[in-house]
């Protein structure tokens, strides 16, 4: 099991900019980890994954509606998953969540560790 801690939320206005952290308590490639991903809930609203990352290769994907705006990248000295989000709009208010394990970064049976979550609000 890994922890996993997320920072970097907080309230901007549309058009603004926010980089998210999420910090694991170990290597964030391993034989149990090979893709960490950012999801995102607001109330009412489903679980949706915006970005993942396969920590050994780096490929990334996105859902649609972060394209463009939002970038994952990875730090493995720092054992720590980023994701810039840009040119944020008041439908990106959500809290965001940072999720590790291994297998297909699509699939969401892939994750087994969440961290606590972190809240980003967008306001117009």
């Known amino acids: 099991q890994v922890q996993l801690v997320e920072s970097g939320g907080g309230s901007v206005q549309t058009g603004g900019s926010l980089r998210l952290s999420c910090a694991a308590s170990?290597?964030?490639?391993?034989?149990?980890?090979?893709?960490m991903g950012w999801f995102r809930q607001s109330p009412g609203k489903e679980r949706e994954r915006v970005a993942a990352i396969y920590t050994g290769a780096g490929s990334a994907f996105y859902a649609d509606s972060g394209k463009g705006r939002f970038t994952i990248s990875q730090d493995n000295a720092k054992n720590t998953v980023y994701l810039q989000m840009n040119s944020l709009k008041p439908e990106d208010t959500a809290m965001y969540y940072c999720?590790?394990?291994?297998?297909?970064?699509?699939?969401?049976?892939?994750?087994?560790?969440w961290g606590q979550g972190t809240q980003v609000t967008v306001s117009s």
């Open positions: 999720a590790a394990g291994r297998g297909s970064c699509a699939s969401p049976g892939t994750y087994n560790d």
């Open positions: 170990r290597s964030i490639y391993s034989v149990s980890i090979n893709c």
